[in-house]
C-alpha cells in the first residue's frame, strides 16, 4: 500500500500524535474489519474515536507507526483534505428503520461512489435521509435529500460551524432518478462557478431565486414550481390534506385507531408510558408524532386494539 500521510493533531511537550481515519462507505463495518481498529489501537497504543461523518478516528499515533496501522488496516483513507467532497452521510434507511420512507442506502451510496473526493471550491459535505426525522443531518450539509412517502426534498446551502446555516429547500421530486439528477445538477454548477466558498455562501452571494433558475431551468423533468419547505409530509385532518378529515383529538373524547399520536400525548400526557412500553421512544420525533395510532401499533408490531384498550384505562384514569 502506497504510504499515506496521517493527520496532524496536537504538539504537546515537544511530541507530535497523528490520527488517520479510513473510509467506511455509508458507515456500515464488517466483523473483521472493526477487529484491525482494535489490533491496530492495541499494538500502537492508540485511540479509537467515533466521528460525525460515520467513521472511526485512529489517534494518538506516534509519526513513525502511522504508515504500519494504514498497512495493518488494509483499508482507503477517508478524504480529509479541505476542498473537496469530505463525506456522504447516510441514515439506515428502508433497508433497516422501520420510520424511513425511501431507501437513503441505496441512493446515498451511488452519491458516494461519484462525488467523494471530488475537488470542489470549497469541502462539501452531502446528508442523506430517509425521512423527516432527518437522522444525519441532511439540511445541515452542503447537499442534503430527505425521504418522504411522496418522494424525495432535495436542500442545498446548509453548514455547522461557526457559521451555522440551514440548506435551501430546491425543489420536491418523486423518483431516485429524479433527486440524483437534481443533485447532480447543483454540484456541477456549484463547481463550476462558486469561488472558494461553501455552498450556502455560494447562494447567499448569487442569491437562492438565481440558484434555483440555473439549477432547475433546464433540468429534464424537474418540477416547474417548488413545492412549499414545511410540512414535507401530508398530516390527515391537520390542515395539510383538505380531501382526508381526521378531527383533532379534544378533551375527554375517546381516542380511536386513527387518532394522531401527536394529540393523544398532548390532550393525555398520563398515556406516555403506555406507549413508550411499546418502544416508543421517539416521542419527540415528527414522523413518529404525526402517525395514526393504527400505524405506529402495525411499526411496533402490537394489536392496535390491545393497545387502545390500554391507552384508554390510561386516559379514564387521568
Known amino acids: 500500500m502506497a504510504q499515506i500521510a496521517g493527520n496532524l493533531q496536537r504538539i504537546k511537550n515537544g511530541q507530535r500524535r497523528y490520527a488517520i481515519t479510513p473510509r467506511i462507505p455509508a458507515g456500515f463495518i464488517q466483523p473483521d474489519q472493526l ?43 477517508a478524504y480529509m483534505v479541505s476542498n473537496r467532497v469530505r463525506s456522504v452521510k447516510i441514515c439506515p434507511g428502508t433497508t433497516f428503520c422501520k420510520r424511513a420512507k425511501q431507501d437513503s442506502v441505496h441512493l446515498g451510496m451511488q452519491l458516494e461512489r461519484k462525488y467523494l473526493s471530488q475537488e470542489m471550491p470549497s469541502k462539501m459535505k452531502i446528508g442523506v435521509s430517509g425521512c423527516i426525522n432527518s437522522c444525519t443531518e441532511s439540511r445541515m450539509k452542503d447537499v442534503g435529500v430527505i425521504g418522504s412517502v411522496e418522494g424525495w426534498s432535495v436542500y442545498a446551502g446548509g453548514s455547522g460551524g461557526a457559521h451555522p446555516r440551514i440548506g435551501d429547500l430546491i425543489a420536491e421530486v418523486t423518483t431516485e432518478k429524479e433527486a440524483l439528477a ?63 378529515e381526521t378531527p383533532r383529538l379534544e378533551p375527554g373524547q375517546p381516542i380511536t385507531p386513527d387518532t394522531i399520536i401527536r394529540d393523544i400525548v398532548d390532550i393525555y400526557p398520563n398515556t406516555v408510558p403506555v406507549l413508550q412500553s411499546i418502544g416508543m421512544g421517539c416521542l419527540g420525533c415528527p414522523s413518529s408524532t404525526m ?10 408490531g402490537v394489536n392496535v386494539y390491545d393497545l387502545l384498550n390500554k391507552l384508554e384505562t390510561a386516559r379514564k384514569g387521568a
Open 291 to 300: 402517525e395514526p395510532l393504527w400505524q405506529a401499533a402495525e411499526i411496533h
Open 182 to 244: 437534481l443533485v447532480d445538477r447543483i454540484i456541477e454548477y456549484y463547481k463550476a462557478n462558486a469561488q472558494i466558498e461553501r455552498m450556502g455562501e455560494f447562494i447567499d452571494r448569487i442569491g437562492l431565486e438565481a440558484f434555483k433558475e440555473a439549477v432547475l431551468g433546464d433540468l429534464e423533468g424537474a418540477p416547474t414550481e417548488v413545492k412549499a419547505a414545511e410540512p414535507i409530509v401530508n398530516l390527515p385532518g391537520h390542515g395539510n390534506d383538505p380531501e382526508v
Open 35 to 77: 477487529q484491525k481498529y482494535i489490533d491496530v489501537a492495541n499494538k500502537f497504543g492508540a485511540v479509537l474515536k467515533l466521528t460525525g461523518s460515520q467513521r472511526i478516528m485512529i489517534t494518538n499515533l506516534k509519526a513513525e507507526d502511522v504508515d504500519a496501522a494504514w498497512e495493518m488496516l488494509g483499508m482507503e483513507p
